[in-house]
């Protein structure tokens, strides 16, 4: 296995998870958000189900503290996160909903030093997240006379997402259950979508009657469900062993870039002077926030995405 098949296989999967948002916000015209969400995690739950039976040794969960590992990852990584951030999208554009949930690793590093007892957040730490949390702000702007204005009441749903996805993952750590990860995966999709199904049946917007059942939105479900999901989630698996954790953190600051291309190229849509210093401020927080991890993970990641020969990424063949 090459650097350059590392550093295509990244960029592949920044382009899927990016190009994401705008599949979302295109579909969100022809479904209700919870129950948009749902469906997507029929599919890409059994697509993934099936995934974890070829590939690991145990595919479903067995102990109480494996299922308790499921039930977090259902409620927080899966049907929380994306409630919030299908809901959000209706209100904000794709490239903005991008840039709030590339906060996510300062967020996760922020709950892991309050959670988990090994970590520990330094000043420098301590200001990162700070600038991560400003820089949604600058995105958000919030009118002090007017918070409940559609734009931000939008972006802050958008954040209450990135939080739910951020502490889902310091939980799963905290349990560290054993699971395979594609076995976590998998089974906290389908149980992701029996709530957001449960959810979406609760509210008297949604229905399956609501459903708008045209080319377009069947494309985007589509394009959610078995690029973004399935095949962007055998990129991430296959990444993450290869590559480490922190490498893989940073395809969150180049998804942004795709939503806003897609964005622009599919739905029209212009990225404002603050969504791109917002993300510069998150940027930087998670520079100062992962700053000693990152003086490895750059330069093994500039070798890997830019073909510049040393290294194997962290496990090559």
Known sequence: MTSYRDGVSFLCLAALWGSAFMAIKAGLAYFPPVLFAAIRYDIAGLFMLGYAAAATDRWRPRTRREWSAVAVGATLLIASYHAFLFVGEQGTTSAAAAVIVSLSPVLTTGFARALLPEERLTPVGVLGLLLGLCGVVVIARPDPTNLLAAGVL????????????????????????????????????????????????????????????????????????????????????????????????????????????????????????????????????????????????????????????????????
């Not at 997402?161 to 089974?187: H, K, N, Y």
């Not at 599919?266 to 603050?274: C, H, N, P, R, T």
């Not at 791109?276 to 927080?285: D, E, N, P, S, T």
Request: charged share 15%; net charge negative.
């Open 154 to 317: 939008a972006k802050g749903l958008v954040f209450v997402a990135t939080v739910s996805f951020a502490l889902g993952s310091v939980l799963t750590q905290r349990l560290d259950a054993g699971l395979p990860i594609e076995t976590m995966e998998a089974w906290s999709m389908v149980g992701g979508a029996v709530l957001m199904h449960a959810a979406s049946a609760a509210l008297p917007a949604e229905s399956v009657g609501a459903i708008q059942w045209t080319v377009e939105g069947v494309a985007a479900l589509a394009y959610l469900s078995v690029a973004a999901s399935a095949v962007g989630f055998l990129l991430y698996f296959d990444l993450l062993d290869r590559l480490g954790s922190i490498e893989i953190n940073l395809v969150s600051y180049v998804a942004p870039v795709f939503a806003a291309l897609t964005g622009f190229l599919f739905l029209g849509e212009v990225v404002d002077a603050f969504t791109v210093v917002g993300f510069l401020v998150i940027v930087v927080g998670f520079a100062l926030v992962k700053r000693r991890a990152l003086r490895t993970a750059v330069p093994r990641l500039d070798a890997t995405v830019f073909g510049d020969g040393g290294g194997d990424g962290g496990g090559g063949e």
